[in-house]
């Protein structure tokens, strides 16, 4: 059976998932593509059902729970072309807990593209947890196409910062222009990595956490760098010569 209709319960289901209220009261978020669909699977996440449009012959790792009418995929896609394939799975569960290694704390971040990318490079980096305050949603549609996949292997925990900063018993390394040279830097053993976002950086509350500050040294016809490329050169300048 195939279903057509836009407002087929499933397909409304589907289609609140795309919002964050939505993800909430149903515990679950959207995962779209063959590839990030298996990569979901394969890392232990619980994929409630997989769903493919109406003609798709390509990959499908689980059995499809439903077929849908190009109108009625579309209605649940946030993706420009779709694949054809998505699934919903569910929301991991992540207390605030303190780190056991070296860990990342975005702050403020509101931008779900540079949310997801920080969170991609954090996994490749070795940064496995990753503490979110005051940031845009990481389960987001398009938080989760830009991790590729790192939102599903990063325990993400999210709290005030206030929560954050008492459950963190390493010391935070804050990101700040007027910091030292993160080249020139020797950090402790383990430690946490704060980044702000792009317009006003860290809060004050964060920064006066800090037990020290670093910058990436730039021309002096920069201003400044993306949040996710300036978190990704901090991650990997202070891992220099460690084992990931």
Known sequence: MIILSKQNPLVKELASLKEKKGRRAR???LVEGAKMVREAAESGMHVLRVVVREGYAGETCLPPAAV????AFAAVSDEKTPQGILAEVALPAAPLASPQKSCVF?????????????L????AAGYEEVYLAGCADPFSPKSVRASMSGVFFARIMQGTRQEILSALNVPLIAADM???????FRPPE???LAVG???????EEVRG???YTVRIPMDTRTESLNAAVSAGILMYALKAGRKF
């Not at 849908?68 to 109108?71: F, K, T, V, Y």
């Not at 991609?120 to 996994?123: D, L």
């Not at 976002?197 to 809060?203: D, H, M, R, V």
């Open 178 to 184: 007027d910091g030292e040279d993160v080249f020139a």
């Open 209 to 211: 956490a800090a037990a």
């Open 27 to 29: 515990g679950s978020f």
């Open 190 to 192: 383990v430690f946490c």
């Open 106 to 118: 975005l702050d403020g971040l509101q931008d779900p593209s540079n949310v997801g990318a920080i």
């Open 197 to 203: 976002s792009e317009g006003s950086g860290l809060s």
């Open 120 to 123: 991609r490079t954090a996994v």
């Open 68 to 71: 849908l009418g190009s109108d």
